[in-house]
Nanobody, 128 residues
Framework: QVQLVESGGGLVQAGGSLRLSCAASGRTFSGQTMGWFRRAPGKEREFVAAITWNSGSTGYGASVKGRFTISRDNAKNMLYLQMNKLKLEDTAVYYC?????????????????????WGQGTQVTVSS
């Protein structure tokens, strides 16, 4: 069982930056692929980024590629999302998620249905 708690959301002006954090409990974090997703009002959940257990592979959604960076610190059981050059359309609730089945896998998946554990989310609001 993994419990995930996001933090770091808030209100930021367009063009600004935010760093989201996700604290994970449990001993399995270091071996699992982790992901960030977001849901904007009236829209479906969207893949943002994913990272394999050893940070050997990362992936990004098309809308954030080149602006966001996912990283992790297995020693601290922490997942991060550095968000730069924020746009109005980045406004959403951001969730971190863990893929329980990805034990020491070299790959990652952008599909929400493949992730087993989810945090409660943190709100990011980008203003003009």
């Amino acid at each position: 069982q993994v419990q995930l708690v996001e933090s770091g959301g808030g209100l930021v002006q367009a063009g600004g930056s935010l760093r989201l954090s996700c604290a994970a409990s449990g001993r399995t974090f270091s071996g699992q692929t982790m992901g960030w997703f977001r849901r904007a009002p009236g829209k479906e959940r969207e893949f943002v980024a994913a990272i394999t257990w050893n940070s050997g592979s990362t992936g990004y959604g098309a809308s954030v590629k080149g602006r966001f960076t996912i990283s992790r610190d297995n020693a601290k059981n922490m997942l991060y999302l550095q968000m730069n050059k924020l746009k109005l359309e980045d406004t959403a609730v951001y969730y971190c998620a863990a893929d329980r089945k990805s034990w020491y896998s070299s790959g990652w998946t952008p599909e929400p249905r493949d992730y087993d554990y989810w945090g409660q989310g943190t709100q990011v609001t980008v203003s003009s």
